[in-house]
Each structure stands twice: as C-alpha cells, then as structure tokens.
C-alpha cells in the first residue's frame, strides 16, 4: 500500500470537473498532495426544486426515485454516482465524498407531490443514486422525515441502502410492511471486513449489514440482499456464500451488479486499486475489461449491469446455482398501489 494513503476515504485523487479546466477545491487538492488525512466532510445545504427523479433505465425496477443528499460519505470508491457530482460543480473524486449537499426540503416536497391530485401511486426508489443513510442521516433524520410522509399517505417505497441505520426506522417500515407498502435491499459486497474497509471505507461492516437483514425480516419486512458490485478478480467467489447466509438470516431475494466504471470514476479506481493492491492491479483491471468488451464501463442498457463474455456468464451462473439453491421457494410481495388513492378519497372527503 502507498504510504501516502488517506486512511477513511474511498477516492485518493481529485479529478477535474469535466465541466470546468480547474480542479473544484484546491485546498483539497493541496491536503492531497500533502499527502493529509485531516480532510473533514462539508455539510451543504441547497435548495431542490423537485425530490423525484423520473427513472429513464430499463434496467432499474422504478418509475422515480429520490435523493435527499447528493454525494455520499460512505466513500465507496466504485460508486457510479460519482459522475453525478459534477453537475454540482464538484469532483467525483474525495469531493463526492467530503461535500455532501444536503436537501432539507426533501420531505415538503415530497408530501407536496403525493397530495397533488395528479399524482397516482407508483413505485419510488428511496436512494438510487446515493445513500439516504449515510452517516450524516443519524443527526438530520431526513429520510426519516420522508418515511412518515410516505405512510402518512399510504404510499409505496422500496430502500436500499448499506447501512444498518436503517433499523432505526424499524417503527414505520413494520406498519409500512402490514400493507405492502415497503421493500429493502441491503447491499453486501464482501464479508472480507479489510477488503470492505478499504472498498467501502465508511460503510457498516458486513456484520452489521447482515444483522439488519435478520431484524428487518423478523419484523415482517421483505428484505432483497444486493452483492453489488461484482468484482471480477476480487469478490466474485462469494457470491454463493452471500446468498447462503443471507437466506439464512431471512432475505427473500438476491440479486447482483456487475462493477462498471465509467468517466471519472475509472481513473479515481484505478488510481485506488493500484495503491491498495498493486500486486493485483493490472489482473483485475484486465478481468473488468473483459466484462464490458474492452472497457472499464458500459452505458449499455441491458448489459451494463451484468456485463457480457466468459467471465460474465461466470458470474451469472454462480448467481443462478445462489438463487436455485437458497431462494427457490421463497416469495417477493408486490406492492400496495390502492391504498394511496383510497386515502387520497377519504382526505377529500373531509371538505365536502
């Protein structure tokens, strides 16, 4: 490992923004170069017009989704949001991960477009891009907040994250559950706790992830279990041993991502892989290569998140054996979408 390693952090650099000639905080830059650890996360609030975000990809199970902070200081080094950073006027380098724009109008904007009378229940993705609970969630409790709103309407939600503060939330997601109302997806990506430390430098530990998936499935919640992503060369033999435990601890489903770097988030993984596991740099970078026929990244549909070749049909194998051999005779509940306009009706029965 290089010596100059920032400790606590996913990405080691900061690229430009792809918008702009300059490197977006210099006084990050100069504290990289330095070589420092002592690079704290900002907290910034910005005023959103909207919460939703309309879901464009076929490959996402979502009409909308919503984001009540962009940027994440989970640091996940891989993480494809990083790109959305700079449309911010951000690095999706160390500032998507030390400048957190935090949207305190999210639940207000949110109640305002469920009450809309246009609006109809649909399902809503609660994160998608970044984590809705990351670290900072515990003081702000936002997508609390956005939680009430939900069940306060009846309307549908499904959550995924990677951090078991979601369990504090175990009040509303029960009520939520007895209706349909609610799925979550707690994302694994290795029960190797160094490689996680260094993968995902702020995340809950693969322990605590899994205990969320116990305590949400014992409270009647269905709980999918994401090994996400996939990386070829340095996770993919615990595809089986996931899902066994997962299973095990009361996960309906599986499901999976293949890793796919695209623009900045190529060079910032690189960069990190090459100071954290020099010896086997090249080897895995070669073996995502393969996957997405000669690129770190793919903006494919229908590809993209599984990727394509030999070591991609390796990996969906493995995953196929996983979902025969631990949830084949498991069930995954649709969601309630009645609810939300019967409620609608009886709220407006109260000004006749």
Not at 77 to 103: P, T
Not at 164 to 192: C, G, P, Q
Not at 274 to 297: C, M, Q, S, W, Y
Request: hydrophobic share 35%; aromatic share 10%; with cysteine.
């Amino acid at each position: 490992m290089s010596d100059q390693f920032l400790k606590g952090r996913g990405a080691q650099i900061n690229p430009s923004n792809r918008f702009d000639k300059h490197v977006s905080d210099e006084s990050t830059t100069r504290l990289l170069n330095e070589g420092s650890s002592q690079i704290r996360t900002q907290f910034i609030d910005v005023a959103a017009k909207t919460i939703l975000n309309k879901v464009e990809s076929p490959d996402i199970p979502a009409d909308y989704s919503m984001n009540p902070y962009q940027g994440c200081e989970h640091g996940c080094v891989y993480c494809y949001a990083r790109n959305s950073h700079n449309y911010w006027g951000y690095s999706a380098g160390l500032d998507f991960e030390q400048k957190i724009l935090v949207k305190r109008d999210a639940p207000r904007l949110l109640e305002e477009k469920l009450k809309s009378k246009r609006w109809k229940a649909t399902p809503i993705m609660l994160s998608g891009n970044t984590d809705c609970y990351q670290p900072i969630e515990k003081e702000l409790e936002i997508t609390r907040q956005m939680l009430e709103i939900l069940w306060k309407y009846r309307h549908p939600v499904s959550i995924i994250t990677k951090n078991s503060l979601i369990l504090r939330d175990l009040d509303i997601l029960t009520k939520m559950a007895e209706h349909n109302l609610v799925h979550a997806a707690i994302s694994i990506t290795t029960r190797n706790e160094v490689l996680r430390q260094f993968l995902e430098p702020r995340t809950a530990s693969s322990f605590a992830r899994f205990r969320a998936v116990q305590k949400l499935a014992e409270a009647g919640i269905p709980v999918n279990v994401m090994i996400a992503p996939v990386i070829p060369g340095m996770n993919e033999h615990e595809i089986l041993g996931i899902a066994e435990k997962a299973s095990k601890l009361g996960a309906r489903s599986i499901g999976y991502t293949m890793i796919r770097l695209n623009g900045d988030v190529a060079q910032i993984f690189e960069d990190w892989l090459r100071k954290t596991f020099p010896d086997r740099a090249e080897k895995i970078l070669n073996k995502i290569n393969e996957v997405h026929n000669g690129e770190l990244g793919s903006n494919e549909f229908g590809k993209r998140m599984s990727g394509e070749g030999n070591i991609a049909d390796i990996v969906k194998q493995q995953f196929k054996l996983a979902k025969k051999l631990y949830f084949q005779d498991k069930e995954w509940p649709g969601y309630n979408l009645e609810l939300h306009q019967f409620f609608k009706k009886q709220q407006l029965r109260l000004f006749y």
